[in-house]
Nanobody, 126 residues
């Protein structure tokens, strides 16, 4: 059974850094692409980053390029999202998700993902 569990969120000051983790179980990590999404209060869910199955190619939303870095540790079956220079607008619940049906390469839109974690909340304060 595919399962994803996020962690690492919290209260962070503007300008600070954070590393989110997504621990996968039920499959070997590089079998499927893993995407990171976020949803801010009152806003639609937004895809921010993705790491492809196999070659590990990464993609980023324009709004986060240069500040977000996605990586994976296959031995730990974990994907990370490093966020630097945090801004107030980064406040959101962050989710990781995967596409096990079509085994797509990144980027994968949210409607293409079939397994989701429960999310981890990031709050950026001034």
């Amino acid at each position: 059974q595919v399962q994803l569990v996020e962690s690492g969120g919290g209260l962070v000051q503007s300008g600070g850094s954070l590393r989110l983790s997504c621990v996968a179980s039920g499959f070997v990590l590089d079998t499927y692409s893993i995407g990171w999404f976020r949803q801010a209060p009152g806003k639609e869910r937004e895809g921010v980053s993705c790491i492809s199955r196999g070659d590990g190619r990464t993609t980023y939303a324009n709004s986060v390029k240069g500040r977000f870095t996605v990586s994976r540790d296959i031995g730990k079956n974990t994907v990370y999202l490093e966020i630097t220079n945090l801004k107030f607008e980064d406040t959101a619940v962050y989710y990781c998700a995967t596409d096990t049906r079509y085994e797509s390469k990144c980027p994968v839109p949210d409607y293409g993902m079939d397994s989701w974690g429960k999310g981890t909340l990031v709050i950026v304060t001034s």
